[in-house]
């Protein structure tokens, strides 16, 4: 069983940056993606960015060249650094990892979609509990 802990939200003003972490605890070593969405008041859960086991790195088109995803193995944590932060960010950050088993093929389709850049919630087994971040104007 995965468990996941995030923190680091907060308030900031528009250009502003924040960093986001999530505290993995489980086994999380044979997890083969993690990833963070975030959900705004009204919308759907929004795939933000995600990074595999060998560090490859997906981001959706809203966050590119704003948000970088990192992950540090020696202590289980995953990071999310946003800079240039504007309103429109503002949401429940969750993090999110995979199953830490899956077929070939499961792992071939989500592997396909995130060099894509489609980061998928459905793709996602554990989850967090989620950080507010609130961008003012």
């Known amino acids: 069983q995965v468990q996941l802990v995030e923190s680091g939200g907060g308030s900031v003003q528009a250009g502003g940056s924040l960093k986001l972490s999530c505290a993995a605890s489980?086994?999380?070593?044979?997890?083969?993606?993690m990833g963070w969405f975030r959900q705004a008041p009204g919308k759907e859960r929004e795939g933000v960015a995600a990074i595999t086991k060998t560090a490859l790195t997906s981001y959706a088109d809203s966050v590119k060249g704003r948000f970088t995803i990192s992950q540090d193995n020696a202590k289980n944590t995953l990071y999310l650094q946003m800079n240039n932060l504007y309103p429109e960010d503002t949401a429940i950050y969750y993090c999110a990892a995979s199953a830490e088993t899956m077929t070939p093929i499961q792992v071939s389709v989500v592997m396909g979609l995130l060099a894509r850049g489609s980061v998928r919630a459905a793709d996602f087994t554990y989850w967090g509990q989620g950080t507010q971040v609130t961008v003012s104007s």
């Open positions: 489980g086994y999380i070593h044979s997890n083969y993606y």
